[in-house]
């Protein structure tokens, strides 16, 4: 091992460890020079170490500690210790060249972390901020995100394809860290700058949108009055004649009312006298209808008698003469079938006698035929006896043969089976024996292989409920998450906009925008006068929804002052007019009152909501002015028509919609405005207020419930990755299982059925080798006596064959004359047959001839009724049809009197009906004009009414009291007329008019002053803000390129010692803004081609990632770094060459290596040991190694927490994995120092 001079600093002295992941007991670490290395068995603890260091740098990414929720950094338990309260870590590091921002050479810092949730963070021992601590490490290559904590996934991470993740080292190296900070709170500022830009200048837009308003209004108040007091002169005569002609014409139209009702009632008169003649004339109609009615049912039943009566005369002669032509046709018929029935007879008589000679000769036949047949019968009876007697000799001797062979064979077949038998028994008893014991083994085997399935499935049907209840859960809590962001987005969203309004609206009151100038003059310095009340928009309180009501009805006089006294007011307005600082309206408090002759009225319609004055509320002193203004003002429903109200109304009363549409009896207000109104302002600002208030508290809450959420989410997906995995491991282990006992199974199956089958096989066989020894004795028995019974059969048979020949020749001549005899007798009695179905066939036709002449016989007869009926019929219907004819003529002319008499009676009735329609026409067109003259008298009342209110409500005079002189008597009444109309057209271009606008205008001019000076120092420190981010970029551009180039060179000459050849390159992916870009690595190992770093093998990734750390040390220098297991995937060589590397560094630099590498462990100056000699709970040993000149081993030191351990060499050995030269150096000189509170490395 190289010697190493110590002369760097100590950075890191001490580590303090309590209720730390596995470290329960209290353990202290005290950290020296040189190179560190950590070594433990897997799982023991090691990484926790790390762990720890990052914790306590203010670590709060859970993930990069390895684990789900914080609150798993406490220690957990085991099974013999319970659980802790609380994770503490304390680092001491020294800061003798003040490297960290503070003036203390040793500073200590402490976190605490509680199971309730509670954190804790000191720094030398006084409570501090997160933020104090990560500042404390900014730039330093210090904290737990620098470049002095390396572990095997961030190798990956920098060396990865994504350029833009190895960034963070280089920054840090650069030094920029602090820089991005800064830059981020300027840029925080200058957003805020802008927002608060904006708002000013919208406040500004709108109060110069005012002045401008302001300066053209108070131009037109002039032109306004002029042109207002032309209108009310020509008016007034106007209306004066209006009121005359409409007076003169009500009296000519009363005169026409009362002709027109005289007439009306003399055409009543006679409607009623000829109605009633039309009535009797229409009741001699309906009588004489009802007449004719009956005659022509009369007329039209004697017609279809008529026509019944012909039709049946008409089908009676029809019938007649189909029967006379029936007659003559069945006598025809008659005679030529009498002719064919005499043919027939005689030919029968033939046909008989030819019958009895065939008869006679097959009775011959038919004896002689008998006769022969006997004989024949008795020959061929011998012979078959015969032939039958040697069919059964030749069968017995072919069955005694066959028998005599079989026999021979069967016995030698016999024996072969036998022996057969003997041997195939003695091999399946053999079998059966071996099969039962198999098959006790295997029954045994299956059971315990299923019981061991079922515990398994039952685990997975477990695990899987739990998996499922698991991934319902975490989609609620990722639903519920969800909401609760959008709930979180929309609340400060809602916030911002509450807050913009009640900035906006709280201005708006402090500067009395809105007001008249007087007004915001007057309040400025409203302590002059002790009298002052308010504004009547502050002092008039309406209930919701009424403001637009009340300002709408109130107009300017929601802007006005209220004084106690008159006084007050006329003091008020001469310190106005002498500082000239515009004009006031104000209302006194004592002049209030209410005239008492006119009374609300009672109003029950369901658009009217009340009187005015019940929605409005105010001071009690102030009450009775408020009911002065607003006791005259009905409140209706937006939306719904006032006719109704306004018609109950009396004079000077009006009505307001909830919407602002004022009206009276001649006159209406309306429309929009878009301006804020005046009243509750500052009611609303107190509703804001409360409404930020409670949005804040929900969107506290919506945050505890998402940070919940979000630790339960994780909880559960990290509880279901790893149910997954056991479910997985469950279903390999169920199938092998299943495999297993399937296997099982099959071999007990098979076995038991073999076992079965040879059972059966060996009965059989038994049975089978019975059955042969039983025929074997039989055979012998019966083999001698068949040979004696073959030599008797054969002489038998030969004395038969003779007598047989002669039997037949006897037996053929027989034979043959039978045949003969039989063939005559058939041929015989064919004739006979065919000669009786002849006669048969004849007699059958005479019979039908005979029944066919009767038939027709009784045809003619009928037919001669037929013909004698229909004529006696005929005759009495010709009868019936002359009386039918002589009915019919009689009602025809009775119907022609009846109609000639309708008709008479119908001309008459048309006449009145003429009459009785001109009279009611004459009635309705009176009518029609007494209607329309009536509803001229009331429109003429109506006019006259409203004509008098209108001028009343508008000029407060009684035109019909009053003269009207003619303005200009050169203008006629049309020209007068026109003239008034331009007039009023002018008027209403006008549009609003502020006749206070000239004193408004000069206070909205300063006003609109002092905005323009704060938009101009709100943008010059915009300016400043951009000037300084464009400062920190370019300082911390020129900070990042200069680091990058160096880097890049220290990284090409590294990489070339590591890989001993090769080269490499450090390229930005975008040049033109280095602060943002990626970082892109391309590095080619001796003799390969370039390659894509995502193409190296481990080692090589490992090598390069180190290069790229060394070359950043090269810069600037860490005062601390530890390594978690980088060496694992490097070779022996690389790892030399790694070590070489350390060892350069380690004068400047402390290196502590997690390591399970016997190389490393090997160069490290001080060792530690972590093993677990309790479960679950880690213990440290450390070893440090003191080398003296001469590089013989030194003094060599372990410590430990238990009381009674003492390290030897093979205890060591027992639990961590040590090279035999650290084995060696260890067998030294051992000292052991007990601590009974604590464990101090």
């Known amino acids: 091992m190289t010697k190493l001079s110590f002369g760097g600093i100590v950075y890191l002295k001490r580590l303090d460890i309590l209720g730390f992941k596995s470290f329960a007991n209290k353990t202290s670490v005290k950290f020296s020079t040189g190179i560190t290395a950590v070594v433990g068995p897997n799982g023991c603890g090691k990484t926790n170490i790390l762990d720890a260091l990052r914790w306590v740098m203010g670590e709060q990414k859970i993930t990069l500690l390895r684990g789900s929720k914080m609150e798993e950094v406490i220690f957990n338990g085991t099974r013999d210790q319970k659980p802790l309260g609380m994770a503490e870590v304390t680092l001491t590091l020294i800061n003798n060249k003040n490297i960290l921002p503070t003036e203390y050479t040793e500073i200590q810092i402490t976190r605490r972390l509680f199971r309730s949730g509670e954190s804790e963070y000191l720094l030398n021992k006084v409570p501090c901020r997160l933020k104090d601590i990560t500042e404390l490490f900014y730039d330093t290559g210090l904290g737990a995100h620098s470049y002095s904590v390396i572990q095997q996934d961030m190798i990956d991470s920098v060396i990865s394809d994504k350029a833009e993740e190895r960034r963070f080292l280089f920054e840090e190296a650069a030094g920029i860290t602090k820089y991005k900070q800064r830059k981020k709170a300027a840029l925080r500022k200058l957003e805020a700058t802008d927002?608060?830009?904006?708002?000013?200048?919208?406040?500004?837009?709108?109060?110069?949108?005012?002045?401008?308003?302001?300066?053209?209004?108070?131009?037109?108040?002039?032109?306004?009055?002029?042109?207002?007091?032309?209108?009310?002169?020509?008016?007034?005569?106007?209306?004066?004649?209006?009121?005359?002609?409409?007076?003169?014409?009500?009296?000519?139209?009363?005169?026409?009312?009362?002709?027109?009702?005289n007439i009306i009632i003399e055409r009543e008169s006679g409607i009623n006298r000829v109605s009633a003649q039309l009535e009797t004339e229409r009741k001699q109609q309906i009588d004489l209808e009802h007449e004719l009615n009956r005659i022509g049912n009369n007329i039209y039943e004697t017609t279809e008698k008529t026509h019944n009566i012909e039709t049946q005369i008409s089908i009676l002669q029809e019938k007649k003469a189909n029967a006379k032509t029936l007659i003559e046709r069945d006598n025809d018929d008659i005679k030529a079938l009498s002719n064919r029935h005499v043919i027939l007879k005689e030919q029968t008589q033939d046909a008989t006698k030819e019958l009895e000679e065939l008869k006679n000769s097959y009775s011959k036949i038919y004896a002689e035929l008998k006769e022969s047949e006997e004989i024949q019968e008795i020959a061929d009876r011998n012979l078959l006896q015969g032939r039958n007697q040697k069919d059964a000799e030749n069968k017995r001797l072919i069955v005694l043969e066959g028998k005599i062979s079989s026999g021979k064979t069967e016995d030698d077949n016999l024996k072969q089976q036998e022996t057969e038998y003997k041997e195939?028994?003695?091999?399946?008893?053999?079998?059966?024996?071996?099969?039962?014991?198999?098959?006790?083994?295997?029954?045994?085997?299956?059971?315990?292989?299923?019981?061991?399935?079922?515990?398994?499935?039952?685990?997975?049907?477990?695990?899987?409920?739990?998996?499922?209840?698991?991934?319902?859960?975490?989609?609620?809590?990722?639903?519920?998450?969800?909401?609760?962001?959008?709930?979180?987005?929309?609340?400060?969203?809602?916030?911002?906009?509450?807050?913009?309004?009640?900035?906006?609206?709280?201005?708006?009151?402090?500067?009395?925008?809105?007001?008249?100038?007087?007004?915001?003059?007057?309040?400025?310095?409203?302590?002059?006068?002790?009298?002052?009340?308010?504004?009547?928009?502050?002092?008039?309180?309406?209930?919701?929804?009424?403001?637009?009501?009340?300002?709408?009805?109130?107009?300017?006089?929601?802007?006005?002052?209220?004084?106690?006294?008159?006084?007050?007011?006329?003091?008020?307005?001469?310190?106005?007019?002498?500082?000239?600082?515009?004009?006031?309206?104000?209302?006194?408090?004592?002049?209030?009152?209410?005239?008492?002759?006119?009374?609300?009225?009672?109003?029950?319609?369901?658009?009217?909501?009340?009187?005015?004055?019940?929605?409005?509320?105010?001071?009690?002193?102030?009450?009775?002015?408020?009911?002065?203004?607003?006791?005259?003002?009905?409140?209706?429903?937006?939306?719904?028509?006032?006719?109704?109200?306004?018609?109950?109304?009396?004079?000077?009363?009006?009505?307001?919609?909830?919407?602002?549409?004022?009206?009276?009896?001649?006159?209406?207000?309306?429309?929009?405005?878009?301006?804020?109104?005046?009243?509750?302002?500052?009611?609303?600002?107190?509703?804001?207020?409360?409404?930020?208030?409670?949005?804040?508290?929900?969107?506290e809450t919506a945050h505890t419930k998402k940070n919940n959420t979000n630790a339960r989410i994780a909880e559960a997906r990290a509880e279901s990755g790893k149910i997954t995995e056991l479910i997985e491991s469950l279903i390999e282990e169920i199938k092998d299982k299943q495999k297993d006992a399937d296997e099982t199974g099959y071999q007990l199956r098979t076995i038991e059925n073999e076992s079965l089958r040879i059972q059966r096989e060996l009965k059989n066989n038994k049975e089978k080798l019975e059955k042969i020894r039983s025929r074997q004795y039989n055979l012998g028995l019966d083999y001698n006596q068949l040979n004696d019974q073959k030599e008797l059969l054969l002489s038998n048979m030969t004395i038969a064959g003779v007598k047989l020949e002669d039997l037949e020749k006897h037996a053929n001549e027989s034979s043959a004359k039978v045949s003969a005899m039989q063939i005559k007798l058939v041929e015989t009695q064919g004739k006979i047959d065919q000669t009786e179905n002849k006669i048969k066939y004849q007699l059958e036709i005479q019979n039908d001839i005979t029944n066919t002449i009767q038939i027709k016989h009784k045809?003619?007869?009928?037919?001669?009724?037929?013909?004698?009926?229909?004529?006696?019929?005929?005759?009495?219907?010709?009868?019936?049809?002359?009386?039918?004819?002589?009915?019919?003529?009689?009602?025809?002319?009775?119907?022609?009197?009846?109609?000639?008499?309708?008709?008479?009676?119908?001309?008459?009735?048309?006449?009145?009906?003429?009459?009785?329609?001109?009279?009611?026409?004459?009635?309705?067109?009176?009518?029609?004009?007494?209607?329309?003259?009536?509803?001229?008298?009331?429109?003429?009342?109506?006019?006259?009414?409203?004509?008098?209110?209108?001028?009343?409500?508008?000029?407060?005079?009684?035109?019909?009291?009053?003269?009207?002189?003619?303005?200009?008597?050169?203008?006629?009444?049309?020209?007068?007329?026109?003239?008034?109309?331009?007039?009023?057209?002018?008027?209403?271009?006008f549009g609003a008019v502020n006749l206070l606008a000239l004193e408004e205008y000069e206070e909205a001019n300063k006003r609109e002053k002092f905005l323009n000076e704060q938009l101009t120092d709100l943008s010059t420190a915009k300016n400043d803000l951009e000037t300084t981010i464009n400062k920190i970029n370019n300082t911390a551009k020129q900070m990042f390129t200069e680091t990058f180039k160096q880097v890049q060179e220290n990284f090409k000459k590294l990489f070339v010692e590591l890989f001993t050849g090769g080269e490499a390159s450090l390229h930005l992916e975008d040049p033109s803004n280095p602060l943002e870009s990626g970082i892109e690595i391309i590095a080619r190992p001796r003799g390969k081609k370039l390659l894509s770093i995502t193409m190296m093998s481990g080692g090589e990734r490992a090598l390069t990632a180190i290069s790229l750390l060394f070359a950043l040390y090269l810069v600037k220098p860490s005062p601390y770094c530890i390594l978690d297991e980088i060496d694992a995937p490097l070779d022996d060589a690389n790892c030399h060459r790694f070590l070489n590397m350390l060892d350069t560094f380690s004068n400047k630099t402390q290196f502590i290596i997690i390591t399970h590498n016997k190389i490393t462990m090997e160069s490290a100056h001080n060792l530690y040991g972590v093993t677990m000699t309790q479960p679950g709970i880690s213990k440290l040993v450390g070893v440090k190694f003191n080398e003296i000149e001469n590089d013989e081993a030194g003094d060599i030191i372990i410590t430990s927490s238990s009381n009674n351990d003492t390290l030897d060499e093979n205890s060591i050995d027992k639990d961590i994995e040590l090279p035999n030269q650290v084995v060696d150096r260890l067998s030294s000189t051992v000292d052991t120092q007990e601590d009974n509170s604590e464990n101090t490395v």
């Open 195 to 261: 927002y608060d830009l904006l708002r000013l200048k919208d406040i500004y837009s709108e109060v110069k949108t005012r002045v401008n308003s302001l300066n053209r209004q108070y131009k037109k108040a002039e032109r306004y009055q002029i042109v207002k007091e032309e209108i009310k002169k020509w008016e007034l005569h106007l209306t004066s004649q209006q009121i005359k002609n409409l007076e003169k014409e009500r009296r000519e139209i009363r005169a026409k009312l009362d002709e027109s009702s």
């Open 424 to 699: 195939l028994i003695k091999d399946l008893s053999s079998q059966l024996d071996s099969g039962s014991s198999h098959q006790m083994n295997l029954r045994s085997d299956l059971k315990e292989k299923q019981n061991n399935l079922h515990i398994s499935q039952n685990n997975k049907l477990e695990q899987e409920e739990k998996q499922k209840q698991l991934k319902t859960e975490l989609e609620e809590l990722i639903e519920l998450n969800e909401e609760l962001s959008n709930e979180l987005s929309n609340l400060t969203a809602s916030i911002e906009a509450a807050q913009a309004r009640k900035t906006l609206l709280e201005e708006m009151i402090l500067h009395y925008e809105g007001y008249q100038s007087g007004v915001v003059a007057t309040m400025e310095v409203k302590e002059r006068w002790d009298g002052i009340e308010g504004t009547v928009a502050d002092m008039f309180i309406p209930d919701k929804g009424m403001e637009i009501a009340l300002e709408a009805v109130l107009g300017e006089i929601s802007g006005f002052l209220i004084c106690k006294n008159k006084n007050n007011a006329e003091q008020i307005i001469e310190y106005l007019k002498k500082e000239k600082k515009g004009k006031i309206g104000i209302l006194v408090e004592n002049t209030g009152t209410i005239n008492p002759s006119t009374k609300r009225p009672e109003l029950d319609m369901p658009e009217f909501m009340g009187w005015l004055d019940n929605f409005v509320n105010t001071l009690d002193n102030l009450a009775p002015l408020m009911k002065a203004i607003l006791s005259r003002i009905a409140v209706f429903k937006a939306g719904h028509s006032p006719n109704d109200i306004l018609m109950h109304l009396p004079y000077g009363f009006k009505a307001v919609s909830t919407d602002g549409d004022v009206y009276s009896s001649n006159f209406i207000s309306g429309g929009t405005d878009d301006s804020l109104p005046l009243f509750r302002r500052k009611e609303k600002v107190l509703e804001l207020e409360k409404e930020i208030e409670t949005m804040s508290s929900q969107i």
């Open 859 to 989: 045809e003619i007869r009928e037919a001669h009724q037929d013909i004698e009926s229909s004529k006696n019929q005929i005759e009495e219907l010709e009868i019936a049809l002359k009386a039918a004819f002589e009915t019919r003529d009689k009602h025809i002319a009775e119907q022609t009197s009846f109609k000639t008499k309708q008709s008479e009676i119908t001309q008459y009735a048309s006449a009145k009906e003429d009459t009785l329609k001109r009279l009611r026409s004459e009635k309705d067109d009176n009518n029609k004009k007494h209607h329309e003259f009536d509803i001229r008298m009331n429109t003429i009342d109506s006019e006259l009414k409203t004509i008098s209110e209108r001028i009343l409500e508008e000029y407060d005079l009684d035109i019909r009291s009053i003269e009207t002189p003619r303005p200009d008597e050169n203008l006629d009444n049309a020209q007068a007329l026109a003239f008034l109309q331009e007039q009023k057209e002018k008027l209403k271009k």
